[in-house]
């Protein structure tokens, strides 16, 4: 059974480069969330999508950051221009009926 | 004050021992609870859920207290397998809905 896959694993790009982090959830769970992990600031939720509508994105740090859902296995974290500061890892998440989530491995973003 | 609050140790311990630890929420009106442990450059993984009961599975027991509002984690006869960092999951938003606020971790080291 796959769980929560994500793509790249790892990133290194220049700052004003735009990022495109992909996830695909598990199949039949409808909630799905993005996060971002720091050592300064731990795990912080992006944005939550339940049945592929973003419910809070209230954690988006800035319109540099966009999240898409088009369909039930597959989501979008774009980052447009990236900047040094958000080099972190990006995990993303999915729950079924909004419980228990389980994480995939991450993208670990680095912005020079 | 912070939404979800966790001592972030390190609790240094010998294998065997029994170590605890709590984490305090903010938010009173707060309806699900979990545990998480994240291996050093890991993604989270599901511990264990926390009821209104208590849990236990195995050597790991998760208890809440709603009146003072915290959740602790109980680990019996630990291993030096146990070490990670522990990380806390609070649930609330409104009318029902789920955003998850994580705590910033306990790191535990268990030695030999």
């Known amino acids: 059974d796959a769980g929560v896959i994500q793509s790249p694993r790892h990133e290194v790009t220049e700052m004003g480069q735009e990022v495109t982090l992909r996830c695909k959830p598990i199949s039949g769970h409808n909630s799905l969330f993005w996060y971002r992990q720091t050592m300064m600031r731990g795990l912080e939720l992006l944005i939550y999508?339940?049945?592929?509508?973003?419910?809070?994105d209230s954690g988006m740090p800035e319109d540099r950051f966009s999240a898409k859902m088009p369909n039930a296995s597959f989501s979008t974290l774009k980052i447009q221009p990236s900047e040094p500061r958000d080099s972190a890892v990006y995990f993303c998440?999915?729950?079924?009926?909004?419980?228990?989530?389980?994480f995939g491995p991450g993208t670990r973003l680095t912005v020079t | 004050r912070k939404e979800v609050e966790q001592d972030p140790g390190p609790f240094n311990v010998p294998e065997g021992a029994t170590v605890a630890f709590n984490c305090t929420y903010s938010n009173s009106a707060s309806q699900s609870f979990f545990w998480y442990r994240q291996d050093c450059r890991k993604e989270p993984k599901l511990l264990m859920s926390v009821y209104s009961s208590g849990n236990e599975d195995g050597r790991f027991t998760a208890q809440l207290n709603r009146a003072s509002q915290y959740i602790s984690l109980l680990i019996r006869d630990s291993k030096l397998s146990d070490s990670a960092t522990y990380l806390c999951v609070v649930n609330n938003g409104p009318g029902g809905s789920y955003i998850p606020t994580f705590g910033r971790g306990t790191s535990l080291i268990v030695h030999p």
């Open positions: 999508f339940n049945n592929n509508v973003p419910i809070d």
């Open positions: 998440a999915s729950s079924e009926q909004s419980y228990e989530q389980y």
